[in-house]
């Protein structure tokens, strides 16, 4: 079963920039929408980003738009996740996963074993 490796968490001040990535093995990245999740602490994993396996298509929460941008790089076999203009509500685990579609996307919807994530903390 395939499992994302995140990477590129760490601590940084409100107002600050982070780039995440995500790699899985094999063509998993190149033939699969994938997502980013964030679980805060003491709160459930919620939806972040998805991009379609084209890369053509994009869908955002509400809480990130504007402010994230996720892309990837087939040839990488890398999903990345720019984060600008960080918030303190920002602060959590992140995860990838393949999904099936790109909105109204829950945690259950992840394809792949889940990764072990990347901690940003944003601070004041």
């Known amino acids: 079963q395939v499992q994302p490796v995140e990477s590129g968490g760490g601590l940084v001040q409100a107002g600050g920039t982070l780039r995440l990535s995500c790699t899985a093995s094999?063509?998993?990245?190149?033939?699969?929408?994938m997502a980013w999740f964030r679980q805060a602490p003491r709160k459930e994993r919620e939806f972040v980003a998805s991009?379609?396996?084209?890369?053509?298509?994009?869908f955002y929460a509400d809480s990130v738009k504007g402010r994230f941008t996720i892309s990837t790089d087939n040839a990488k076999k890398t999903v990345y996740l720019q984060m600008n203009n960080l918030k303190l509500e920002d602060t959590a685990v992140y995860y990838c996963?393949?999904?099936?579609?790109?909105?109204?996307?829950?945690?259950?919807?992840?394809?792949?074993?889940w990764g072990k994530g990347t901690l940003v903390t944003v601070s004041s």
């Open positions: 991009i379609s396996w084209t890369g053509r298509s994009t």
């Open positions: 996963n393949a999904v099936p579609r790109l909105n109204a996307l829950v945690p259950n919807d992840g394809m792949f074993d």
């Open positions: 094999g063509r998993s990245i190149s033939t699969n929408n």
